[in-house]
């Protein structure tokens, strides 16, 4: 069965320090992947998306950029965080299909300070 | 562009009694909408998928409608229990998901 691992669960980083968050996927070939941002009593962003090794499509302008190094593997980064970048992330896979269901992985909470 | 709403951001009911989740989008041309529960601090974890030719999906006490023409859907959750208290978001996907900003459910018991 398909599984998805993210990572950490809770991060607190100060301003203008770097940001790495992974996200990898088990038993599925070929996913869609995504990041989104979930910022308190707001619905989910979409940030990034990636339909292959080294494809991504942003979404939203901002100073997040995300890689796609291996298949299942999905990376969001920052050189340089900034106090609005806090909120909730989560990464997603989905069946590369018209009809699309999408799985999360558990979110890390990030706290810029 | 897509924009989903949802009514009520929150709702407080006695264990036993239905719930009635209401989500609503602009744009009718979706491939699917999703129903996800997402529990404090955690990720979402998918309830129902609804095609955009069904016109509902059940599973157990879940009962997902969608009115793809005047962009509705409706979540039914029979006899809620306090195990049901979370926060209930649906996304629409019309080639990309737009979520709404969900709506949080307390089941007192």
């Known amino acids: 069965s398909q599984t998805i691992h993210q990572w950490p669960a809770t991060l607190v980083q100060p301003v203008g320090s770097p940001l790495s968050l992974e996200c990898t996927v088990e038993g599925t070939s070929n996913p869609n992947l995504y990041w989104y941002r979930q910022a308190a009593g707001r619905g989910l962003q979409l940030l990034f998306y990636s339909v292959g090794i080294g494809q991504i499509s942003s979404e939203v302008p901002q100073n997040l950029s995300a890689s796609r190094p291996q298949d299942r593997q999905f990376i969001l980064s920052s050189k340089k965080l900034l106090l609005s970048d806090s909120g909730f992330y989560l990464c997603?896979?989905?069946?590369?299909?018209?009809?699309?269901?999408?799985?999360f992985g558990s979110g890390t909470q990030l706290s810029v300070l | 562009k897509q924009e989903v709403t949802q009514i009520p951001a929150a709702l407080s009911v006695p264990e036993g009694e239905n719930l009635v989740l209401n989500c609503s989008f602009t744009?009718?041309?979706?491939?699917?909408l999703q129903w996800f529960r997402q529990d404090p601090g955690k990720g979402l974890t998918s309830l129902l998928l609804?095609?955009?030719?069904?016109r509902e999906q059940t599973s157990g006490r879940l009962n997902a409608s969608l009115d793809k023409s005047s962009g509705r859907s409706t979540l039914y959750i029979a006899a809620s229990q306090p195990g049901d208290s979370a926060t209930y978001l649906c996304a629409v996907n019309d080639y990309k998901l737009s979520f709404g900003a969900g709506t949080t459910v307390t089941v007192r018991a």
């Open positions: 744009d009718s041309a979706i491939y699917n």
């Open positions: 609804i095609q955009s030719s069904q």
């Open positions: 997603a896979w989905g069946e590369v299909t018209d009809n699309e269901k999408l799985f």
